[in-house]
């Protein structure tokens, strides 16, 4: 695997060695022992989520108080999205920052986001099918978002339409008013 650098040194774009032939592909979409070495830490997934979302629609941006936080392995295996990192560990030399990659069936990237980081994507193809390996359960009393569109965060988000959000994401407060641990 090759491991891709962020501006956030925490967050790393993790890209597959693909074997393909004109049968099809392999590859290898998680190895711990690598993938532990890139990260330099342990880390133990308890919980796999798969979304499918339309064209337009965006989640985010989304993640849980202490001591739910949840750290991200994610990766589009259907269509494109682009997807968004937004450091919010208060105290960090990144705090506020954010950094954005396209991932899709094509390149086959992954993310990873660790705990304290705020998440979300937006489907940029027809349709897009979303896998997220977490480090924590989902805890709903825990969870917390962001609005997408925040004028400190900045976000350089790649479309010129009206997103499609859910109503959490509709009502998330900016970044200055958010429940941070």
Known sequence: MNIIKTEIPDVLII???VFGDERGFFFES?????FEAAIGRSVEFVQDNHSKSARGVLRGLHYQLAPHAQGKLVRCVAGEVFD???????GSATFGQWVGA????????QMWIPAGFAHGFVTL???AEFL???TDYYAPHSERCIAWNDSTLNISW???FEPLLAEKDRLAPPFDKAELD
């Not at 998680?30 to 690598?34: P, S, T």
């Not at 968004?84 to 208060?90: C, G, L, N, S, Y």
């Not at 396209?102 to 990237?109: F, I, P, T, V």
Request: aromatic share 10%; no cysteine; glycine share 0%.
């Open 15 to 17: 890209e597959p060695k």
């Open 30 to 34: 998680y190895n711990q022992k690598q």
């Open 84 to 90: 968004v990192a937004v450091d919010i560990r208060q």
């Open 102 to 109: 396209h991932l899709s069936a094509e390149n086959k990237q």
């Open 125 to 127: 193809s027809e349709t």
């Open 132 to 134: 997220y390996k977490t």
């Open 158 to 160: 790649p479309f010129d």
